[in-house]
């Protein structure tokens, strides 16, 4: 394949990345270990209520990682890229949309993947399977767990 | 091992268009870069590719107690991206304003930047002057009006030792300002 992913999609379920958090970062408070466990049994409710989902991220939205489905170091990428996805899809929706930014989504033909607000200082990444999703379902299943993961990291 | 504390730091490297900002990055990350590479359309008489969104890297400072982990995001060099410069600046502890030392038609853009960056986020920075020499550092500083407690460095943005060297330098001062508000706040 030409332009082959760096992420792991294959193979067994991986071991949840180790918390790696912006300690001293300034703009998001760094949840407790007991809110990340939070984070991960939400994330894998999702994937358990829905087919077709390869990959989950949680990350801050200055981009540290939370929570990944994949190694450390393909998380630490998936979430910076996630922050800056939901930076420019902020700055669309207020720019374009007239209001609040929700979600925003990818498609590759093999793949969907949907970048979700998770309050206004994380975001939610889910990769699915473009055969055994449907766009609807997806959101429908995903808001909820965004929200969800937003009243886990804003109590902790 | 288990004793060992691991902090992270969020860094931003930004400065003008073909500064060496993503050559800077790649440098020194122990991580395949995150790299948003498209064609240029303008410009191309210096380079036929630019960073669009940004660049990720990330390297690590270890000494006896402390493991500290820097994750470095690049920006785009044009103004007309400087929404993402709001986005990348979020929660950063420091930054790098590179300077292309060999293209001084280019400095008022730096002093811009530097403008634009000093209002997102009150954190100390560190001028790296890219394939410069000290007789160029001197010429920096006096056109971007540098304040003399900002570090300026002559830098190598494709030589890892000398990338550190500059980062290096960051932390240290990143690392007085913390102890500072720390103090502060006490
Ligand atoms: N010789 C040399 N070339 C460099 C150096 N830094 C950058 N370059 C080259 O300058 C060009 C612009 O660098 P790039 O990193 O893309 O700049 P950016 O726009 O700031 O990200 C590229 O062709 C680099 O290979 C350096 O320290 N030495
Ligand atoms: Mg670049």
């Known amino acids: 394949m030409e332009n ?3 992420y792991d999609f294959g193979g067994p379920e991986p071991e949840p990345a180790r918390p790696s958090i912006g300690r001293l970062s300034t703009v998001v408070a760094n949840p407790t270990a007991t809110g990340v466990e939070a984070v991960i049994e939400e994330c894998a409710a999702l994937s358990r209520s829905l087919d077709g989902i390869l990959a989950l991220i949680v990350a801050t939205s ?9 190694s450390e170091v393909e998380g630490m990428r998936a979430a910076a890229i996630s922050a800056a996805a939901l930076g420019l899809g902020q700055r669309i929706a207020s720019d374009f949309g007239q209001g609040e930014f929700h979600d925003s ?14 309050g206004d200082r994380h975001v939610l990444g889910v990769v699915a399977a473009a ?3 449907t766009l609807g379902l997806l959101h429908l299943s995903a808001r909820r767990t965004a929200q969800a993961i937003g009243r886990v990291l804003s109590d902790s | 091992m288990s004793e060992i ?38 410009g191309r008489e210096v380079k036929d590719h630019t960073t669009v969104s940004m660049d990720f890297g990330k390297v690590s400072v270890a000494d006896e107690s ?30 790098v304003l590179l300077v292309d030392a060999t293209r001084p038609e280019t400095w008022t853009d730096a002093a811009a930047i530097k403008a634009k960056f ?6 100390p920075l560190v001028v790296g002057v890219n394939r410069g020499t000290e007789s160029d550092v001197d010429k920096v500083v006096a ?13 190598e943005a494709t030589d890892k030792e000398s990338v550190k060297q500059v980062l290096i330098t960051l932390l240290i001062n990143v690392v007085e300002q913390l102890e500072a508000t720390v103090k502060g706040s006490i």
């Open chain 2, 66 to 95: 402390q493991l500290i982990e820097l994750y470095l995001f690049g920006t785009p060099g044009q103004s007309r991206f400087d929404f993402m410069w709001d986005i990348l600046s979020k929660g950063m502890l420091g930054y």
């Open chain 2, 5 to 42: 504390d691991v902090i992270n730091f969020k860094l931003v490297v930004t400065g003008p268009f073909a500064a060496g900002k993503t050559t800077f990055i790649g440098a020194v990350s122990e991580i395949p870069v995150v790299t948003t590479e498209t064609g240029t359309s303008e």
């Open chain 2, 118 to 123: 000093d209002e997102l986020g009150d954190v």
């Open chain 1, 131 to 133: 055969e055994d999703v």
């Open chain 2, 143 to 155: 056109a971007l009006r540098l304040d003399e407690a900002v570090p300026v460095l002559a830098c």
């Open chain 1, 105 to 118: 989504v990818v498609s590759t033909g093999d793949r969907v993947i949907g970048i979700y607000a998770v």
């Open chain 1, 4 to 6: 082959e992913s760096f």
């Open chain 1, 62 to 70: 200055d981009g540290m990682l939370i929570h990944s489905t994949w």
